[in-house]
């Protein structure tokens, strides 16, 4: 609940800029990826799934987000075998 007993609510756009902003270190490198960035890696590479791809070393991950964790992104499963 919200001030004043009211529910929070938050918006598509507000969800979307905040996991634009969200980032995670690669497993594979330890470079920076951010959300929107890795997506679109992923993307310019035609790869259509839900991933992020690192612009490094290339790696590409399945993502978990979620907003009650510290940091809300992390890195659930290494996939670049599946693109190779």
Do not use: H
């Amino acid at each position: 609940m919200g001030l004043f007993g009211k529910k929070n609510i938050i918006s598509g756009k507000d969800v979307a800029k905040g996991v634009s902003g969200m980032s995670t270190k690669c497993s594979s490198c330890g470079n920076l990826i951010n959300f929107s960035q890795g997506v679109q890696m992923a993307k310019s590479n035609n790869i259509s799934d839900d991933v992020i791809m690192c612009d490094k070393c290339r790696s590409i991950f399945t993502v978990d987000i979620d907003f009650g964790r510290n940091p809300p992104m992390k890195i659930k499963e290494d996939v670049t075998s599946k693109y190779r």
